[in-house]
Antibody, heavy 122, light 107 residues
Framework: EVQLVESGGDLVQPGGSLRLSCAASGFTFSIYAMGWVRQAPGKGLEWVSMISVSTETTNYADSVKGRFSISRDNSKNTLYLQMNSLRAEDTATYYC???????????????WGQGTLVTVSS | DIQLTQSPSFLSASVGDTVTITCRASQGISSSLAWYQQKPGKAPNLLIFGASTLQSGVPSRFSGSDSGTEFTLTISSLQPEDFATYYCQQHDSFPLTFGGGTKVEVK
């Protein structure tokens, strides 16, 4: 059974940092591109970032570019999101999601974690 | 960036109804559209990708179609478990973008 379990969400002050983790199991993590999608309370979905299988390619939403960094450790089956210079508008539930392996080059998500809540407030 | 405009934002329907949700892209995305269902407090669930391909395990009452930059999700014979919020997402190019969502409520 495919499982994605996020952790690391917390209450943090504006300007602070946080690292989210996503532990994957039930599939061969190293052959799947992965991504992060967030959802502010009561709002819609917003794509945040994506990383390729080999970590060579990363993509970011403009709203987080330069502040957030996505990475992965295939030996630990874990995806990360390092979030720096956090702002109130980054408050959201952050979902880890697996890109469907086919069709290649088309980036959408077939499995999602349950989400972890990040609250940025003083 | 590609903008996706979903309509309506809210929809009231009854069990057994056929409902249609529309997603309009701001530019051509060559059938590169996915649909998700999200229930309160839960993660989204992939329903359809490539505008019309049903994800494995999704009931056949869900279907998708496209005509140029306009995409449609149709739910035939609405079931109690279908009351939820639905989102479209373009998977043509980065940045990936989602529509604003359509909440399907009980009439």
């Amino acid at each position: 059974e495919v499982q994605l379990v996020e952790s690391g969400g917390d209450l943090v002050q504006p300007g602070g940092s946080l690292r989210l983790s996503c532990a994957a199991s039930g599939f061969t993590f190293s052959i799947y591109a992965m991504g992060w999608v967030r959802q502010a309370p009561g709002k819609g979905l917003e794509w945040v970032s994506m990383i390729s299988v080999s970590t060579e390619t990363t993509n970011y939403a403009d709203s987080v570019k330069g502040r957030f960094s996505i990475s992965r450790d295939n030996s630990k089956n874990t995806l990360y999101l390092q979030m720096n210079s956090l702002r109130a508008e980054d408050t959201a539930t952050y979902y880890c999601a697996r890109k469907r392996v086919v069709p290649a080059g088309r980036n959408f998500f077939d499995y999602w974690g349950q989400g972890t809540l990040v609250t940025v407030s003083s | 960036d590609i903008q996706l405009t979903q309509s309506p934002s809210f929809l009231s329907a009854s069990v057994g109804d056929t409902v249609t949700i529309t997603c309009r892209a701001s530019q051509g995305i060559s059938s590169s559209l996915a649909w998700y269902q999200q229930k309160p407090g839960k993660a989204p669930n992939l329903l359809i990708f490539g505008a019309s391909t049903l994800q494995s395990g999704v009931p056949s009452r869900f279907s998708g179609s496209d005509s140029g930059t306009e995409f449609t999700l149709t739910i035939s014979s609405l079931q109690p478990e279908d009351f939820a919020t639905y989102y479209c997402q373009q998977h043509d190019s980065f940045p990936l973008t989602f529509g604003g969502g359509t909440k399907v409520e009980v009439k």
